[in-house]
Structures are given as C-alpha cells and as structure tokens.
C-alpha cells in the first residue's frame, strides 16, 4: 500500500470523531452532520479562513461554537482558535490564527458590481475597507469570548463593502464582489445577467461512505472580465492556491477531491445577496 495510507486513515478516523461529536451533541441527519463535520475539520486545520453554516439551520450560533471547540480538541488544535461569530444572522466559524495570517495576505482580487459592468476594483477602497473590518474583527476575536456579533463591525464600511464582499474574503475566495451595502440588489441583478464562470471543489470519501460526489465549496467570476497581465498572473495564483490547499486537506481527511469549472449563460444565474 502507499506510504502515505496509513496518515490518510489516521485523519480519516479523526473526521470520524469530529462527526460523532456533531451527532451527539445536534440533530442534525447523518448528511448534514457530515458535512459540519468535514468544515469544521478543514477549518481547524488551517485550510480556510472560515465557513460559513448556510445548510444546518438547526445549528445554534452558540451549539457551534461548542462543537468547534471539541473538534479543535480532537484535532489538537488550540480551541482557542476556532471561534464562532454571526454577521447579519449567518453563522460563520473561523480559525484566528489563519485570519490574522491571511487576512493581511489576501491573495486574490476585487470585482466592482457599483457601476454598469463588472470590472477590476479600481483604486484601494475596497482594500482599505476590509483591512479596517479585519483589524476590527482581530480585536474583538482576542478580546471577548463565545459567540460574538460583527454586524456593527462591517457596517460601519457599508460605504466601501458591505457583507458579501466581507463573506467573500473570509470564505477564501479568490474573487471577491465588492461593492457599498446600498447596491446589493443591482449588484445582484448586474451579476444574474452575466456569464460566469463557477470554480467548485468536489469531493467525497475514499472508504466509500459516501459514494455520490458532493460540492464542498465553490465561487464565480464574470467570464467577460478584462484584466491586465499583472491581475491575470495574480488571480491564476490565487486559484492555484485556493485549489491546492483546500483539495490537498480533504484529500488528508480521507477524501477524493477535485477542482472543476462550469460556465453558465447570460441570465441563466438567479443570484441573491
């Protein structure tokens, strides 16, 4: 057998025990438990900044920050460092440590949806913008305990970013949307009518538990962006890096994983912020 098998089924049970944690402690179904169980471990490991929990509503703020803490535990992972936090209602949980490493890092790009077309972000605004939420969101991480609350935080940019483009960046993509808050719905209409391009990662269980693939995370671009040579080199990057680390975590947990790239028409994208 491959050297490297007997880490994959160490790490492999380990996920195991994350998702009997979520079991016991939810009531999740054995779907859903599953899959906070494989987000939280790449998170806690350093894979993400973050996920967000869009698919377990039964999932208390405060119950997920409890079970964060015992898959950090089991993962022998500071505890310390996986924390819970709500932005206008949605739950995220984000690794600290990877935060304040990456957030100062991003490597990805800005996509302006406040004019008439996408387009690159011009100037730093939106930069400027998310450097303030994350320096604010550091702060108040190390400062206070349980579950907090960042609404207040990303407001006080809305003239910049508002929470899409917030999301965007804590969920690691490597194309963020970045407009002010009182642009949602035309950003939302400006992006249903494009083409897009939609970068997702597949996966499922090696051991055969789950035998269908299922989509573990994913984002979009408008395929009709123009960008220079500099900005193309530095998405293609980011794309390289956000695939790499991601796949090679679930690939580490017993997964198989794959990076894949549909193109959707004009229209065909009913897109909600």
């Known amino acids: 057998s491959s050297p490297r ?13 994350v998702d009997a944690i979520v079991r016991a402690r939810s009531t999740c179904d054995a779907s859903t438990s599953r899959l906070l169980a494989r987000d939280l471990a790449v998170v806690a490991l350093g894979a993400r900044t973050s996920f967000m929990n ?3 509503p039964r999932v208390t703020p405060a119950l997920l920050a409890t079970l964060s803490s015992e ?5 022998a992972v500071d505890a310390r460092e996986l924390r819970a936090m709500t932005m206008h209602g949605t739950t995220f949980v984000v690794n600290v440590r990877v935060l304040a490493r990456e957030a100062s890092n991003w490597r990805g790009i800005f996509v302006d949806l406040s004019g008439h077309a996408p387009e690159p972000a011009a100037g730093t605004a939106a930069a400027d913008a998310w450097e303030c939420v994350q320096a ?3 702060e108040a991480l190390r400062a206070r305990e349980g579950v907090i609350d960042i609404s207040d935080i990303v407001d006080a940019q809305s003239d910049a970013i508002g929470p899409p483009t917030v999301s965007g960046v804590l969920l690691d993509f490597p194309c963020v949307y ?7 719905s035309s950003a939302a209409a400006m992006l249903s009518s494009c083409s897009l391009s939609v970068h997702s990662i597949e996966c499922r269980r090696r051991d055969g538990v789950d035998n269908e693939s299922e989509l573990a995370y994913g984002w ?10 500099d900005a193309r080199v530095k998405f293609e990057a980011a794309v390289a890096t956000w695939r790499d680390v991601v ?10 994983a794959s990076h894949q790239v549909a193109y959707t028409a004009p229209g065909s994208n009913r897109i909600a912020f």
């Not at 098998?5 to 025990?17: C, H, I």
């Not at 970045?178 to 949602?184: Q, R």
């Open 54 to 56: 869009d698919y377990a």
């Open 178 to 184: 970045a407009f002010p808050t009182e642009c949602m």
């Open 5 to 17: 098998a007997p880490r994959f089924r160490a790490m492999s049970t380990l996920l195991d025990a």
């Open 136 to 138: 604010a969101l550091l």
């Open 247 to 256: 796949a090679d975590c679930l690939r580490s947990l017993g997964f198989r």
């Open 220 to 229: 979009s671009i408008p395929s009709s962006l123009i960008m220079d040579d």
């Open 71 to 75: 898959c950090a535990r089991t993962l």
